[in-house]
């Protein structure tokens, strides 16, 4: 295995993606989501993290949300599984599923 030698923050990931950043960090929020090791907290001060993705935490995202967008029914039952927040579920929805 080859060690880590950089992360994104996922508010970068996000603008990279062109996701909104609060989906994101709803399926991050478990990192059950993605496997181990691929979402990483960075301390910015004593009770301060961000999240940050490694290149694979990026990669199963990314395929992740295109296997979701495979149809609306598929996108809406994505975010009923793996969005607890029914505000951003709204907010998401409104943009529709980007097919």
């Given at each position: 295995?080859?060690?880590?030698?950089?992360?994104y923050?996922?508010?970068?990931v996000?603008?990279?993606?062109?996701e909104?950043?609060?989906?994101?960090e709803?399926i991050?929020?478990?990192?059950?989501?993605?496997?181990?090791?691929?979402i990483?907290?960075?301390y910015?001060?004593?009770?301060?993290?961000?999240?940050?993705?490694t290149?694979?935490?990026?990669e199963?995202?990314?395929?992740?949300?295109?296997?979701?967008?495979?149809?609306?029914q598929d996108w809406?039952?994505f975010?009923?599984?793996?969005?607890?927040?029914?505000?951003?579920?709204?907010?998401?929805k409104?943009?529709?599923?980007?097919?």
């Amino acid at each position: 295995m080859a060690a880590l030698t950089h992360v994104y923050t996922l508010d970068y990931v996000a603008r990279m993606l062109g996701e909104t950043l609060d989906l994101l960090e709803a399926i991050v929020w478990n990192d059950d989501n993605l496997t181990y090791g691929a979402i990483v907290t960075v301390y910015t001060g004593q009770n301060e993290t961000i999240t940050a993705l490694t290149d694979d935490g990026i990669e199963e995202l990314t395929n992740m949300l295109a296997d979701a967008r495979r149809s609306p029914q598929d996108w809406n039952r994505f975010l009923e599984d793996f969005v607890s927040d029914q505000q951003i579920i709204d907010r998401v929805k409104e943009k529709g599923p980007r097919l």
